[in-house]
């Protein structure tokens, strides 16, 4: 059985950082690349950040670049993302998830989702 996991989100004030954590139920875990979606009330799924199988590529929303951080350690089978200076619009649920791809960008190479873990941002 695959899961994955995601903790961390909660009500934070403008400005302010949190981390999400996920953990990743697989055995190759190794070989999945890893992703971070988010998705506000009425909107679409967007990305936010992709991780390859050994951390070395990493892609990021242009919107989310030089305030979002994303991480994985593949012996804990886990990956992060340390959010900071937020704002508002970063309002929503917040999916990890995995593919078989090194950049899993597009909702359409995702083959596993966690279950989200909401992140509110107030002003």
């Known amino acids: 059985q695959v899961q994955l996991v995601e903790t961390g989100g909660g009500l934070v004030q403008a400005g302010g950082s949190l981390r999400l954590s996920c953990a990743a139920s697989?055995?190759?875990?190794?070989?999945?690349?890893m992703a971070w979606f988010r998705q506000a009330p009425g909107k679409d799924r967007e990305f936010v950040s992709a991780i390859s199988w050994n951390g070395g590529g990493i892609v990021y929303q242009a919107s989310m670049k030089g305030r979002f951080t994303i991480s994985r350690d593949n012996a804990k089978k886990m990956v992060y993302l340390q959010m900071s200076s937020l704002v508002p619009g970063d309002t929503a649920v917040y999916f990890c998830?995995?593919?078989?791809?090194?950049?899993?960008?597009?909702?359409?190479?995702?083959?596993?989702w966690g279950q989200g873990t909401q992140v509110t941002v107030s002003s």
């Open positions: 998830a995995a593919g078989r791809h090194p950049i899993v960008d597009v909702a359409t190479a995702v083959e596993y």
């Open positions: 697989i055995r190759t875990f190794s070989t999945y690349g």
